[in-house]
């Protein structure tokens, strides 16, 4: 377990974390999120000890990261893919890693097998692409076997296939009851990935919620209705008090929209009054528009829009 309480960490008048109080559990992927420059790593260099707190405290299983004693027994860490000297190896920067904390080198053998690094372990990890030493990183935090792990933009530079193995494999290892954080901007993937979310903006915490609740409060419930019947029953739902609105944007035909009721309500209400449906379907939101209109006023930097950038020449 993970706890935070107060977490604070001032550069010089710049807050780049405030009061920050959450807890990551074990036995679930915890999605950490937040637009650029939230304070994400700043966080989570400070569980690791490699940043200290201006005030509050982050706890790992209890205690300060720096009172573990063999600290890569109890937790793994993911932070930069490319901390590694250039000229060692894979096998030898594993070797060197465990021996510092008393393990043993068949572990390591183990999990290069686990991150399918085995074949060109003795290759010199300054020529390996960014998903190779995504994996070799990935099995540096795995050494130790810990029960908490921390991972910082773990799928950066991995194929399809990669970023699918190493979804299930944060998922089987939370599956055995490790306590599993993830900071990722690939936001689709945490919507696969993390059973819970933690969101912050400009070093705040902004929600700390199960990924269906997040999605659910930031998000306005619709339910898209086609009828051969459209007017008709337009006006009807108009009458009963219903927001609607037109959506043309579907292949098979012009449909409305109704905001703020369930699929239900508008069936029944169409029933009753024999009208024919041929679509009758809630609208539920992605994880990134949830994602924007919970964050859109924590954003630290904003782009101008292609249009604006190209003089309107679009």
Do not use: C
Request: glycine share 12%.
């Amino acid at each position: 377990m993970i706890e935070l309480k107060g977490l604070t960490k001032r550069y010089g008048q710049t807050v780049a974390v405030r009061d920050l109080t959450f807890t990551v559990r074990p036995g679930q992927v915890t999605g950490f999120l937040g637009p650029n420059g939230a304070g994400k790593s700043t966080t989570m260099r400070m569980i690791l000890g490699l940043d200290t707190p201006t005030s509050g405290t982050a706890l790992v299983k209890g205690v300060p990261y720096r009172q573990l004693k063999n600290p890569l027994r109890t937790v793994g860490a993911l932070l930069d893919a490319k901390w590694v000297h250039p000229n060692r190896s894979a096998r030898s920067h594993l070797h060197w890693m465990a021996a510092s904390n008393g393990i043993g080198r068949d572990r390591v053998e183990e999990v290069l097998r686990l991150v399918g690094l085995s074949e060109v372990a003795n290759k010199a990890a300054g020529g390996f692409s960014l998903g190779m030493s995504q994996r070799l990183g990935l099995a540096g935090a795995l050494l130790g076997d810990p029960e908490v792990l921390l991972f910082d933009e773990p799928v950066n530079g991995l194929d399809p296939e990669g970023i699918l193995w190493i979804r299930r494999f944060m998922q089987r290892l939370a599956g055995e009851g490790r306590t599993v954080l993830v900071s990722s901007h690939l936001l689709s993937e945490m919507a696969q990935t993390a059973d819970h979310l933690v969101v912050i903006g400009r070093g705040e915490l902004i929600s700390n919620s199960t990924t269906q609740e997040f999605i659910e409060r930031a998000s306005e419930a619709t339910v898209r209705v086609r009828s051969p019947q459209l007017d008709q029953l337009r006006s009807l739902l108009t009458s009963a008090g219903m927001t609607v609105r037109e959506d043309g944007a579907g292949q098979d035909g012009p449909a409305l929209v109704v905001a703020g009721v369930t699929s239900d309500a508008v069936g029944t209400l169409a029933g009753q009054n024999a009208i024919t449906l041929l679509e009758l379907a809630p609208q539920r939101a992605s994880l990134e528009d949830a994602f924007i209109r919970m964050t859109g006023g924590a954003v630290e930097y904003h782009g101008s829009g292609v249009d604006q950038v190209m003089g309107g020449a679009l």
